[in-house]
């Protein structure tokens, strides 16, 4: 029940190293977008190559070239369907969700905040962390397509154009 075999043990030390080394060859050769802040998309990802290889560490029925394809191809398809999101914009929709405007010009939007399951203390601890300490600094808050909260001082600019794809926002 707590221990076997030393051989046990010798298998997951020595396919652990050679699956980890294998791991972060792949994720260097992939790019940048591999270990991109994660939207819906890239968590899968992630949570499926941990499960590989944890696959690898723990069943002896799965051998390391048998992980090491599984991470090519998960990692493979994410840079596929990254690729065919850039180019067609409907699979970019399908993967990723939009920017949300939840707070403009002095006013909280609550119904994107609601929609978003946004409260009201989390903008003012986005704030915060920009070093804000009265929401009349701030032009716009956004939530971001990976969940990260952006927040836009007032400027004397006057476009607001990193807003223009930000749904909820009218030009």
């Known amino acids: 029940m707590f221990f076997s075999n030393f051989s046990t043990i010798e298998r997951t030390i020595i396919i652990g190293l050679c699956a ?3 791991l972060i060859i792949i994720l260097r050769i992939s790019g940048k977008r591999t270990l991109s802040k994660l939207n819906a998309f890239d968590m ?7 499960s590989t290889l944890s696959s690898i ?4 029925k799965v051998t390391l070239a048998q992980g090491t394809t599984a991470f090519i191809m998960l990692i493979g398809l994410q840079y596929i369907i990254a690729k065919l999101a850039v180019h067609i914009p409907l699979i970019n929709k399908l993967i990723k969700s939009e920017p949300q405007i939840i707070y403009l010009d002095g006013e ?10 946004v409260m009201k203390k989390e903008i003012l601890q986005a704030a915060r962390s920009q070093g804000i300490s009265s929401m009349e600094e701030v032009d716009a808050v956004v939530l971001e397509t990976d969940g990260s909260i952006s927040v836009l001082k007032k400027s004397d600019q006057k476009t607001k154009e990193t807003l223009n794809d930000v749904k909820g926002f009218n030009k």
């Open 108 to 117: 909280y939007h609550t119904e994107a905040m609601k929609k978003e399951r």
């Open 57 to 60: 560490l723990i069943n002896k």
């Open 44 to 50: 899968v990802v992630t949570i499926a190559m941990g």
């Open 20 to 22: 980890y080394i294998a």
